[in-house]
């Protein structure tokens, strides 16, 4: 899928450029993109280093664990492929939290750190996802925030009568993506398995 | 309730940086070795992400750079209209997915042209605010690991993306 999809935005991209008559930008796009990425994982640096460091004195102090513990319920039927007291479930937890409380620079690491603990269970397929993976990602790309801070500070910036008025309209509409993207977790695991 | 919640923002980290170390010392744990021995992946994670991100950003790169974007959008257009959504807001829906960066730029543009406080204003912040950029996500968090091969991921990551414009549209219409 992955595979489709990047080939044909570059192909796609490249015909459209071509027939308007305007290639030139491609090169210099395809670098830009390049620039931008190289920037960007290592300004993670920093944060994930951080932060990595954190979660490893949270972990000795047990304090993840007791995380994981108090939502349990929840996490078994979300992941039931996961051990109940793994330090993923704990990651995990860690990882949504940050995204509801809009903390994006937290939520991050605390994301690679869940991945880190999940592909330590994926032992047989290295490269490829487990489904408790895609139900993470599912999840995380879905996930409720209760503060959009970017966008209230624009709506601030250009002189909004009301600038967190979209807090619920924003809720609301990450709430039914949420639901859907579970649904949908759930029946593709179903499909996918017999593949 | 909106400054209840941002108190809680503003306090979690440091709050959790003050309990975390202090929880770590009282159990004992020889808390600076515990912090330098977790924080030494960083490095490796970080840079191990750099080729997956490459390979997505120089492909959302020339998609958006040679309007091939645009006219995707503009296909959208006719049956966006039939729903009453404006056209206006159609870039930032094909971009959001893909390129954080990008999609901001474009709801800060329409925020600036429209107004925060008209239709288009609401949808566009609603829109920003509830959708997360489904590809970049994908590719750091998969990338981090070195996972190729994505399965569902991507059909569930769209089937949300795709849910919660609906439901931005459909909350607007309603609330504003």
């Known amino acids: 899928m992955v595979n489709y999809v990047w080939l044909g935005m570059i192909v796609f991209g490249i ?5 308007q008559g305007h290639i030139e930008v491609v090169t210099r796009a395809a670098l830009d993109g390049a620039q931008v990425a190289v920037k960007t994982s290592l300004s993670l640096i920093a944060i994930i280093t951080f932060w990595l460091g954190i ?10 664990q007791a995380l994981a513990r108090l939502v349990r319920p929840v996490m078994r039927f979300l992941f039931p492929g996961v051990p109940k007291d793994h330090p993923a479930m704990g990651a995990i937890v860690m990882n949504l939290s940050a995204n509801i409380l809009g903390l994006g620079n937290a939520a991050t690491p605390m994301g690679l750190i ?23 990602l599912a999840l995380n790309t879905g996930c409720i925030t209760l503060i959009p801070t970017t966008i209230i500070g624009i709506r601030l910036l250009y002189g909004s009568q009301d600038p967190t008025e979209i807090v619920g309209t924003t809720v609301f509409a990450t709430f039914c993506g949420m639901t859907v993207a579970i649904i949908a977790d759930r029946i593709l695991r179903g499909i996918y398995k017999y593949r | 309730m909106y400054e209840i919640i941002n108190q809680i923002s503003r306090w979690a ?35 191990k992400t750099i080729p997956y991100l490459t390979a997505m950003l120089v492909a959302v790169s020339i998609f958006r750079a040679s309007g091939a974007m645009e006219l995707v959008a503009s296909w959208l257009a006719p049956a966006l209209n039939l729903l009453g959504v404006p056209a206006d807001i159609i870039p930032h829906a094909v971009m959001r997915p893909l390129s954080g960066g990008a999609a901001l730029g474009i709801a800060t543009e329409l925020i600036k042209t429209h107004g925060p406080d008209s239709f288009i204003g609401r949808l566009v912040s609603t829109m920003q605010g509830s959708s997360d950029t489904t590809f970049y996500v994908l590719t750091l968090y998969f990338g981090s ?32």
Not at chain 1, 55 to 64: C, I, S
Not at chain 2, 23 to 41: D, L
Not at chain 2, 145 to 163: E, H, Q
């Open chain 1, 15 to 19: 015909i459209v450029a071509g027939v």
């Open chain 1, 55 to 64: 979660m490893k004195l949270a972990e000795a102090a047990g304090l993840v």
């Open chain 1, 114 to 136: 869940a991945m880190q603990e999940l592909q330590k269970l994926n032992r047989h397929r290295p490269d490829t996802a487990s489904e408790a993976m895609c139900t993470f």
């Open chain 2, 13 to 47: 980290i440091p709050v959790m940086l003050l309990v975390i170390p202090l929880a770590a010392f009282i159990k004992r744990v020889p808390v600076f070795e515990t912090f330098v021995e977790g924080a030494e992946a960083g490095f490796a994670t970080a840079v």
């Open chain 2, 145 to 176: 690991v070195g996972i190729k091969k994505y399965r569902y991921a991507i059909i569930s990551g769209l089937t949300a993306d795709f849910t919660t414009l609906v439901a931005s549209i459909v909350i607007c219409k309603v609330m504003f």
